[in-house]
């Protein structure tokens, strides 16, 4: 199996803080792979550097295409990596449009297919058909989405007043209506109680399964972690300290000392983590 | 602990409302005592000479007493949550049922004033004012209402549309109809150009910087007097044809053509119908503009800029297209003020132009085209309303303006209707809807 990105010698520094020193890492076509540490160890960080919302200091970031082309995160910036690169991403802290429906959250999120589609607005000011069959199209493919993540009864209510575990799965629902080649979810399952994350856990499988959308993402729920990742990378103090199987993580003793030394319930929770 | 505050405000004692009463009175006391205690003048030989008015002052602190007293126990009356209980839920209803009603009877009413009103000139120049100011604050809710950007000098493009056609028409002979798109062309020109440099600007940087731009374009209209004549304006500026056609009294106007008598009114009329096509226009622009790709990323990065970005849309465009859109429809407001004034000078454009059309969009509730209208009637024909109080029509209209603030702090039509629906067309609640920050 081909890795669709592929993470090189990145290392991010704001004035002198070192957030991230020299990170190597690949994240698999197909797969789910997790990024884990404790808090502050530069897991955001990593993640703002492939969505393009900070410029690395040093490393390369590449993404293979499904054709083999390959796309340098680190020289594009801002919206051009959603747009070019199809990478999406969530936010730790849920950033959706809160007054704005449901639906029109996913329709915001095809933006440029519906930009194409309307002639950059002026087929779409008067009304062409193709404009309305792209607006059919785009409005069949939100209601898919809400119906994967549970919301279509709720289709015409305003995002902000969802339930917070409804917004966590709409943001998912909105990035895959980007229709990404990859996936960056930051915490998808924070805030969430354990049937939420059961229900999220069984979301990510079906998107891996059946969109075949590659998953990075960083998780402190390490019950959702275990269950759904393929492969782990943990991260502590913005270096790597351990990569390999969920098995290995759980059994790595750098990994259970640097839980340990941030936060003793974490720690116990790798190490218990799954069972 | 949190609730202690509000035990001792629901039962206020005498000695509370005293005290309320009476550190009102004492601010009052010092602000007033030199606004209406002292009165200055210059004298005959032009040296400065003051009396003393203790007497209307004592009068005002007494009113201020009083009448903070007479709050407080209204306030006491109608309870903690006052601003919402004054409307009783049967009128809010009976209200929403009119709500829907508005929009249509509105403007079947605009399209029959020129007929009532024929013979009444100066209802049917109100009414040509207040569509200008409703055309001006349908263009200034693209940027401020849907792309949530807070823009003082929207009269910079009002101006610049003014100062096209005027000059284009004086100099070229060219005709309204065709300066008319290319003073919205030339305004959206500018619009593109003041958005580039305020992109990275947020909030109250960006008000800032549009508020001096706004500025600039006044002031290079002052000192470029080789083009634009300074001070002095640009006169002449001729009167709009029926597509060809004067609407004068010579054998070749539409009077004449027509077999019916000139009537000066005549013109007034076209006027009126050609600002409210105008107005309309930008209306429906905007409402097409709205529930395409573009207008709903305006609406996005009012609400959230950071996930704009993350979906990959270009924020920039979608910045710029909002003021080019906004200034576009300024253009043609202000090449409709320059044909109808026939004379324009750049004191027609200050700041308070610019703040008024703000006040409207904000009063009208953002974002809202139906709020936007009601907003500019009742502040432009309300203003007028009040001619008759003289000195007193300010103090009336900002006391109005702040009852209202009150009563509907979201502005007259708090609500967003969605641009799309599957099943329900609910509108959302303003409280949920984002104001922009930039």
Redesign the interface.
């Known amino acids: 199996m081909s890795d669709i990105l592929t993470v090189e010698g990145l290392t991010m520094r704001f004035g002198g803080i070192v957030a991230v020193n020299d990170l190597s890492f690949a994240a698999q076509r197909q797969k789910i792979t997790a990024l884990i540490g404790p808090n502050g160890a530069g897991k955001t960080t990593v993640f703002n550097c492939i969505?393009?919302?900070y410029k690395p200091t040093a490393g390369t970031m590449r993404l293979t295409h499904d054709g083999g082309s390959e796309t340098r995160l680190e020289r594009l910036n801002?919206?051009?990596?959603?747009?070019l690169a199809r990478v999406?991403?969530t936010?730790q802290n849920i950033?959706?449009?809160?007054?704005?429906?449901a639906?029109?959250n996913l329709?915001?999120?095809?933006?440029?297919a519906?930009?194409r589609a309307?002639g950059f607005?002026l087929l779409?000011?008067i009304g062409a058909p193709s404009y309305r069959s792209a607006e059919r199209h785009a409005?069949d493919l939100a209601?898919f989405w809400l119906d994967r993540v549970g919301l279509?009864e709720r289709?015409?209510?305003?995002a902000?007043?969802l339930p917070y575990g409804d917004q966590r799965r709409l943001e998912i629902a909105?990035?895959m209506c980007?229709e990404p080649a990859l996936l960056c979810l930051d915490e998808p399952a924070a805030g969430l109680n354990a049937r939420e994350s059961a229900a999220l856990s069984e979301l990510l499988l079906s998107i891996r399964g059946e969109q075949g959308t590659s998953i990075l993402l960083i998780e402190h729920d390490m019950s959702v972690v275990m269950e759904i990742s393929d492969h782990v990378v943990v991260l502590d103090y913005g270096v790597k300290i351990a990569d390999g199987s969920p098995q290995q993580i759980r059994d790595d003793p750098k990994v259970i000392a640097a839980y340990l030394g941030a936060d003793e319930e974490e720690a116990l929770a790798v190490m218990e983590g799954g069972t | 602990m949190a609730l202690a505050p509000e035990q001792t405000s629901r039962a206020p004692g005498i000695a509370f409302i005293l005290k309320k009463a009476l550190i009102s009175a004492l601010v009052a006391l010092v602000l007033f005592s030199l606004m209406i205690g002292i009165r200055t003048e210059a004298g005959p030989t032009g040296q400065l000479i003051y009396w003393t008015r203790f007497g209307d002052l004592a009068v005002m602190v007494a009113a201020v007493f009083g009448g903070s007293i007479v709050v407080e126990l209204l306030r006491q009356w109608w309870g903690p949550v006052g601003t919402i209980r004054v409307v009783p839920p049967s009128v809010q209803s009976s209200l929403a049922m009119a709500r829907r009603l508005i929009a249509p009877a509105l403007l079947i009413f605009t399209f029959l004033v020129p007929v009532i009103f024929y013979d009444q000139r100066y209802i049917l120049d109100l009414g040509i004012l207040v569509l200008t100011y409703v055309m001006l604050g349908w263009g200034l809710n693209v940027v401020v209402g849907l792309a949530g950007l807070l823009d003082l000098g929207y009269v910079a493009f009002y101006a610049v549309g003014a100062y096209s056609y005027a000059l284009l028409a004086t100099n070229l002979g060219l005709s309204f109809w065709v300066c008319l798109p290319l003073a919205g062309i030339l305004a959206a020109f500018w619009g593109v150009l003041l958005g580039f440099p305020v992109l990275r600007l947020r909030g109250d940087y960006l008000a800032i910087v549009t508020l001096a731009f706004g500025e600039i374009i006044r002031l290079v209209i002052i000192n470029w007097q080789s083009l634009t004549g300074g001070p002095n304006g640009v006169t002449g500026i001729p009167r709009p044809t029926l597509f060809g056609i004067p609407l004068s009294p010579g054998d070749d106007g539409l009077a004449a053509r027509l077999g019916i008598e000139f009537s000066p009114t005549h013109r007034i009329v076209f006027l009126f119908y050609l600002i409210l096509a105008l107005a309309l226009l930008t209306n429906w622009v905007t409402i097409r503009l709205r529930r395409l790709p573009i207008g709903r990323a305006w609406e996005a990065l009012r609400e959230d800029e950071v996930a704009c970005r993350a979906l990959g849309i270009n924020t920039t465009t979608t910045k710029l297209t909002a003021f080019a859109t906004g200034a576009m429809f300024g253009g043609f407001a202000g090449a409709f003020f320059a044909t109808r004034q026939g004379f324009i000078s750049p004191e027609s454009f200050t700041f308070q132009e610019s703040a008024l059309v703000l006040a409207i969009v904000v009063l009208g509730g953002m974002g809202s085209q139906l709020g936007v209208a009601l907003a500019a009637l009742a502040m432009i024909g309300g203003f007028e309303l009040f001619r008759g109080l003289d000195q007193y029509r300010m103090l009336v209209f900002g006391v109005a303006m702040v009852l209202l603030m009150i009563w509907r702090p979201r502005g007259l039509i708090g609500h967003r209707a969605p641009t799309v629906f599957l099943r329900h067309n609910q509108a959302i609640s303003s409280d949920l809807v984002k104001e922009g920050r930039g």
């Open positions: 969505t393009g919302f801002d919206f051009r990596i959603s747009k999406a991403r936010f950033r959706l449009f809160p007054g704005m429906t639906l029109e329709m915001v999120a095809q933006h440029n519906l930009m309307s607005t779409g000011l409005i209601r279509l289709a015409d209510d305003a902000g007043n909105r990035a980007t």
